[in-house]
């Protein structure tokens, strides 16, 4: 970063800045974590200088022979990892990759069944305020109210009373696994298409933690930036078979397509310019890291991490939606407790606790202050954090939510955050 440094000193101390706010807090964002050096260095490479409009071997511009390679070494990385049959390692975001499913499946006003947001669902699957929403006539399933849990039944009544196009699978906040092949089975019963979005648990699906849903959804999205550690950044797959039972279809053009060529299409240039090749260089980084055994390893930590948490947080009186968790976050809910999720993010924030407030199922209060917050572990067990820490982390936690007015408290919460975060050194290469 020298370069930076001198050239100009002002980016260069706000990247400090946020540096060093990395390296004190503690990042329990369920969404964020700590990409490897290789991956920011790709990420920081000339590829960004590259226009690359279409695929490799395709492209609208020439000069494309590495990144060529480049983006077929994300794809074929991909593949192995998840069982796929076809790769798009384009999207530039999650919501862009989502963007792409609904250009490919649905025409304006056809009518998705997603998970509700405000039952762990993600903007981008039917919201009133996002296109989703916008455009297609969105319906929602939400979790039970006893159980805090999928209940598939409720979903198949549903699913045949509004015979959507489109069923959508996954979420933001949802502590639990799904059961792909019984979703699968109501997707055929009512002729509507599958699609997971595996944005928050693509990296223990990739380890095989979590149940692959690969086999059973006509097309899967993911973000590549959450549990994954890579870049920012979305994809797009189809597992192996899957495009045989989707047929093959001519919708637009006489030529008969296979429906992975219109995904192709519905990103570029369907929803996207030129792809961002540095990204895909780090994407690529990433997923080789992925294959590794030690991803394995950090993804099993991060789920026992995870149950190590929510078993201390129940302890201490507080309710998580559903009792628990299976993955690597967990839904507070803070009702008994009698404060808000914007307070506790709040006051947290003040304890460099970095959580986000989070609506809880059927919560009363508005999304702005919301009933519960979400909390995550895999940021921190990259930092090499263990069940002890995230015991004691939760613990801390419930020293501030019960204290929230204390500035004491929470001064004596934060130095021990700082001092927990200085045994756990972040980026320490950055600035160097
Ligand atoms: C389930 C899900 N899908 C999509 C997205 C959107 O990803 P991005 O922020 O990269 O657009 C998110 C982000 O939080 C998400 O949780």
Same mark, same amino acid.
């Given at each position: 970063?020298?370069?930076?440094?001198?050239?100009? /000193?002002e980016?260069?101390?706000?990247?400090?800045?946020e540096?060093?706010?990395?390296?004190?807090?503690?990042?329990?964002?369920?969404?964020e974590?700590?990409?490897?050096?290789?991956?920011?260095?790709?990420?920081?490479s000339?590829?960004?200088?590259?226009?690359?409009?279409?695929?490799?071997?395709?492209?609208?511009?020439? @000069?494309?022979?590495?990144?060529?390679?480049?983006?077929?070494?994300?794809?074929?990385?991909?593949?192995?990892?998840?069982?796929?049959?076809?790769?798009?390692?384009? %999207?530039?975001?999650?919501?862009?990759?989502?963007?792409?499913?609904? *250009?490919?499946?649905?025409?304006?006003?056809?009518?998705l069944?997603?998970?509700?947001?405000?039952h762990?669902?993600?903007?981008t699957?039917?919201?009133p305020?996002?296109?989703?929403?916008?455009?297609?006539?969105a319906q929602?399933?939400?979790?039970?109210?006893e159980?805090?849990?999928l209940?598939?039944?409720?979903?198949r009544?549903?699913?045949?009373?509004?015979?959507?196009?489109?069923i959508?699978?996954?979420?933001?906040?949802?502590?639990r696994?799904f059961?792909?092949?019984?979703?699968?089975?109501?997707?055929?019963?009512?002729?509507?298409?599958?699609?997971?979005?595996?944005?928050? #648990?693509?990296g223990?699906?990739?380890?095989?933690?979590?149940?692959?849903?690969?086999?059973?959804?006509?097309?899967?999205?993911?973000?590549t930036?959450?549990?994954?550690? @890579? %870049?920012?950044?979305?994809?797009?797959?189809?597992?192996?078979?899957?495009?045989?039972?989707?047929?093959?279809?001519? /919708?637009k053009?006489?030529?008969?397509?296979?429906w992975?060529?219109?995904?192709?299409?519905?990103?570029?240039?369907?929803?996207?310019?030129?792809? *961002?090749?540095h990204v895909?260089?780090?994407k690529?980084?990433?997923?080789?890291?992925?294959?590794?055994?030690?991803?394995?390893?950090?993804q099993?930590?991060?789920?026992?991490?995870?149950?190590?948490m929510?078993a201390?947080?129940?302890?201490?009186?507080?309710?998580l939606?559903?009792?628990? #968790?299976?993955?690597?976050?967990? *839904?507070?809910?803070?009702?008994?407790?009698?404060?808000?999720?914007?307070?506790?993010?709040?006051?947290?924030?003040?304890?460099?606790?970095?959580?986000?407030?989070?609506?809880?199922?059927?919560?009363?209060?508005?999304?702005?202050? #919301?009933?519960?917050?979400?909390?995550?572990?895999?940021?921190?067990?990259?930092?090499?954090?263990?069940?002890e820490?995230? #015991?004691?982390i939760?613990?801390?936690?419930?020293?501030?939510?019960?204290?929230?007015?204390?500035?004491?408290?929470?001064?004596k919460?934060?130095?021990e955050?700082?001092?927990?975060?200085?045994?756990?050194?972040?980026?320490?290469f950055?600035?160097?």
């Open positions: 970063m020298k370069r930076l440094k001198d050239h100009d /000193p980016v260069y101390s706000l990247i400090e800045k540096t060093e706010r990395q390296n004190n807090g503690m990042e329990l964002i369920a969404s974590n700590f990409v490897s050096k290789a991956v920011m260095e790709a990420m920081g000339s590829l960004t200088n590259k226009y690359a409009e279409g695929l490799p071997g395709k492209r609208y511009y020439g @000069g494309c022979k590495y990144v060529d390679i480049v983006e077929d070494l994300a794809r074929d990385r991909a593949k192995i990892l998840y069982n796929a049959d076809w790769v798009n390692v384009q %999207p530039h975001s999650g919501a862009t990759a989502n963007a792409a499913v609904y *250009l490919t499946f649905l025409k304006p006003g056809e009518t069944l997603g998970l509700d947001l405000s762990g669902g993600h903007l699957h039917g919201s305020v996002n296109f989703s929403g916008i455009t297609y006539n929602f399933y939400g979790v039970s109210k159980t805090g849990r209940d598939m039944n409720i979903i009544d549903k699913a045949k009373k509004i015979k959507p196009k489109m959508s699978i996954g979420a933001s906040a949802y502590p696994d059961d792909y092949e019984a979703f699968r089975n109501i997707a055929d019963e009512v002729g509507a298409f599958l699609w997971m979005d595996m944005a928050h #648990t693509a223990p699906i990739a380890t095989k933690l979590l149940n692959n849903p690969l086999p059973y959804a006509h097309v899967v999205s993911t973000t930036h959450k549990t994954l550690r @890579g %870049p920012r950044g979305g994809m797009l797959l189809i597992g192996r078979d899957a495009e045989n039972t989707l047929g093959k279809v001519a /919708p053009s006489g030529r008969v397509k296979m992975s060529e219109l995904l192709d299409s519905a990103v570029f240039p369907g929803t996207q310019g030129g792809p *961002l090749m895909i260089a780090a690529a980084v990433a997923l080789g890291e992925a294959l590794q055994k030690d991803f394995t390893t950090y099993e930590q991060v789920l026992k991490n995870s149950k190590t929510a201390r947080f129940m302890e201490l009186g507080y309710d939606v559903s009792g628990g #968790t299976d993955n690597h976050l967990m *839904l507070v809910d803070l009702r008994n407790k009698g404060i808000t999720g914007k307070e506790a993010e709040d006051a947290l924030g003040r304890a460099d606790l970095t959580v986000n407030k989070n609506m809880v199922p059927f919560d009363t209060q508005s999304p702005f202050v #919301t009933s519960g917050i979400r909390v995550g572990t895999p940021a921190m067990t990259t930092r090499g954090m263990g069940p820490e995230f #015991t004691r939760a613990e801390l936690m419930d020293m501030v939510m019960t204290s929230h007015t204390s500035e004491d408290v929470i001064q919460v934060r130095s955050v700082h001092g927990m975060c200085e045994r756990f050194p972040l980026y320490d950055v600035t160097a």
